[in-house]
């Protein structure tokens, strides 16, 4: 994403459009995307946007965007760990509801073999 950016402001540059550090900045955070919000919003009050190098944001968005990839890879993880537990609970859970149906048919069988003994 960036070197696309760069790759814009060089060849605008090349056509004599020159922008100021802090308009680079102030573009780079515009055109993220909500689910960057937070960050934008913690740069904005944190830092001076005037002064703020473009390589220093651009630091921290890459790390940011890192943290925010491990933190969906271990979401994933665990969403699998999840998912295996389940199944094996369900598979003894239906195991358990075999051995009810045939306790129950064996009784009823039972039952109905003591009526037909007391007629």
């Known amino acids: 994403m960036f070197s696309r950016f760069t790759n814009i ?14 308009e680079m900045v102030r573009k780079i955070l515009r055109c993220l995307p909500r689910s960057w919000k937070p960050k934008v919003t913690a740069i904005e009050e944190a830092k001076n ?8 944001l651009l630091g921290s968005l890459m790390t940011h965007e890192l943290s925010m990839q491990k933190k969906d890879d271990d979401e994933e993880k665990e969403k699998k760990k999840k998912k295996i537990v389940a199944l094996k609970s369900s ?12 306790e129950l048919a064996l009784i009823t069988r039972k039952f109905k073999k003591f009526l037909a003994s007391k007629k």
Request: no cysteine.
């Open 91 to 102: 598979l003894i859970e239906d195991l358990k509801d075999d051995d009810d149906d045939e």
């Open 9 to 22: 402001i060089n060849a605008l540059q090349a056509l004599d459009k020159i922008y100021s550090n802090s």
């Open 49 to 56: 946007l005037n002064v703020l190098p473009l390589e220093d």
